[in-house]
């Protein structure tokens, strides 16, 4: 026998006046935003709702509110623990009373879960996130049965359908779950991105009653987008860094593809004095939380994360938002990005692009299942599409959301202000929508480019295609130009994909009225972006951003001898040859300046630094030189970003091979960063590890060697002392012992 259905009673909805005073009493807001009153609205009628809103539109306060309002309380189902976390924190924020607002999750306790719950059963609580997964606990589930429901909201949607860009299998259950806990419950689905392919699928999986379909415009004004190339990773780097350094104390997200990278680029943004955390689900839930909150209270400037980082994130005034790595679609550029500027001023949108990335996410798809990988690469297909495109980004965008943008020319991307030529097309299209009705608009894009340009494959030659008469009749033309043609005659509205079916072209209507009637058709070529040079996310990033001035080198070297004797010391004492490198290619003429080459400290900038700096100040004059930008683009070695690990573990005595291992070097990089540490003024105590590499004896010889030299060459030093052999790390050991010890 069938369990018969809970009903709810008929609510009364407010009017107006109702509703902006409680918006008044709960929240300390005198107007609403967008469609937010009419979400509220039909909520408050009982209506299942739908709302599409864009990041920063206010979407939580079209449950909020009414959950305020009604009797009982609201279950909200949230994708992430952070964002949940976020959310109560906010609401409890506008109340007297922190019950108001709970979550459930895997992060409580039992003790925790038993104030939850007997706040839930007292009627306190009125708004209560849980992860999908604690709906999946039947003792969850009879729980919420018992609970006066006011109703359901769906925060991120998008989660539910296999075209958006974050889907979560769980979500498909969200329905049969909410049906178990009271089946006359309205429901509301919000999101901030959803083509109308993922709009159908959330409808349909959520089984929404007639719902009132709310759609904002997906239009963000005070947003720049820009996609830069990325063909050397040095160079790269080196670009984020200048314009991190150029936006102090400005907020800003750096999105990249793997949790390796995020540590990499978080440590050279650190580096190089730039206050940065790397943000992935590798981190343990209390290290992510901490990091979250530092730069929600603006204790680090930049948070270096994966996709992990971000979704439901509350920060108003995030002024750029960089992409390292081309997304894996459209909807996660757009809600990446959507992250800047909130607060409706400036948000900087950069994205660096390389083929070696596309290559990389079409990998990832490699073992998935083949629906699967159908669905990956069509979403690649139309990130890279937006990326190489040479026109309007903004309308680009708009378009994939199923918007149109009127304007050819928003002036505010990097296409539109630096605007490419334009070539008429008028022929060249009819010849483009000939093809694909040749071809019964069964096919994708790759497929009509290859018929169109005569490109004979096997598969044309099972479906016989080559006897076409439209095979090859635009062969004067490249690929390039074709492609270009097709996402534009897209955007035009001329030709649309069919996305139920993987992406075949077909002709609109308005397609089908150009052909009988063609008109003037201006193109723009995409943009070509040049192959990504040899290096690779594992690879180092090169030590020498800018060259070194010889010239300048040589006379350092000579000013630093003539210190060295005056003093009584070995020139390494002074400073290590790669602090004169810097030197040399930095050209510091003040203290502070000089303090930013690797390995001099403050202290040693002023016990050596001034007729250092005297020298360079002359040579710039001399020579006229133009000062390189005034940050240090070095790698994470040379600033030792280690160094705090590496002074604590030395503290402790762990051998020497333990720290390498752990923090991934080889024992001669390791050296190489003790000696850095040790010549920029920090004692080093290593006679734990040297009385096992070397007897008294041995270590005394070295010692007076290293008090009479002139060279700071190790190769000269084992060549001095060659009959007792001593290998390249004996030699640097004493030498880090000899810098701790003399140099400070």
Known sequence: MPTPKKTIKKTTVPQNKEILAALEQYFGFSEFKGTQEQAIQSLLSGRDTFVIMPTGGGKSLCYQLPAMMLEGCAIVVSPLIALMKNQVDLIRGYSEHDEVAHFLNSSLNKGQIKVVKEDLLSGKTKLLYVAPETLTKQENLDFFSDLKVSFFAVDEAHCISEWGHDFRPEYRRLKEMMEEINPAAPIIALTATATPKVQSDIVKNLSLNHPEILISSFNRENLYYEVQPKIKKDQTVKSIVKYITKHKKKSGIIYTLNRKTTEELADLLKANNIKAV??????DQKLRAERQDQFLNEDVQVIVATIAFGMGIDKPDIRFVIHYNIPKSIENYYQETGRAGRDGLEGNCILYYSQKDVSKLEHFLRDKPLSEREVGAQLIDETVAFAESGVCRRRSLLHY???????????????CLHPKEQFQAKSELVQLLQTIQ???????????????????TPQIGLYRHEKLPVFGIGKTHDDLFWNSLIRQAMLEELIEKDIEEYGLLKLTA???????KPSSFLVVLQNVFAAELGDDEESEVAEDAVTTDDRLFELLKDLRQVVAKKLGLPPFVIFLETSLQDMATLYPTTFTELERCQGVSKGKSIKYGEAFIKLIEQYVIDYNIEKPDDFVMKSVANKSSNKIYIIQNVDKKIPLETIAKNKDLRLDSLLEEMETIAASGTKLNLDYAIDEWLDEYDQEEILEYFKSCETSSLQIAQQELSEND???????????????VVGN
């Open 438 to 456: 040749a071809l019964d608009e069964r096919f994708v894009a790759a497929y009509v480019v290859q018929i169109i340009t005569g490109h004979y």
């Open 510 to 516: 308005k397609g089908q009225k150009f052909l009988k």
């Open 401 to 415: 959301f199923g918007e149109s943008w009127p304007d050819k020319n928003c002036g505010k991307c990097d296409n």
């Open 726 to 740: 001593y290998t390249w790390e004996q030699l640097k050991i004493m030498r880090i012992k000899f810098l701790s």
């Open 278 to 283: 790397a943000y992935h689900a590798g981190l």
